[in-house]
């Protein structure tokens, strides 16, 4: 068992969780009440996949964070 501090962007705030082998970043985030959020190891790192096991990459004790997917769109434009 691994335990992490989740921390939430823009809030700040942190979470803790404990996880098993075999838990999914998807997991964690229901576990936490934020199914829309996406989990990363920092800022510059990629996403976890949803189904992803996050087990094995993460040490007991470290931070993750958890943040909204950004929107890209397209700037409408007049003429």
């Known amino acids: 068992m691994k335990r992490l501090s989740v921390v939430v962007a823009a809030s700040g705030q942190i979470r803790d969780v404990e996880i098993q082998p075999g838990t999914t970043a998807g997991d964690i985030l229901h576990q936490i009440n934020l199914p829309d959020y996406l989990l990363s190891k920092g800022p510059n790192e990629p996403f976890f996949a949803a189904a992803e096991s996050i087990y094995d990459k993460v040490k007991d004790g ?5 943040s909204t997917k950004a929107e890209v769109g397209v700037v409408a434009l007049c003429v």
Do not use: G, L, Q
């Not at 470290?62 to 958890?66: Q, V």
């Open 62 to 66: 470290e931070k993750i964070f958890a």
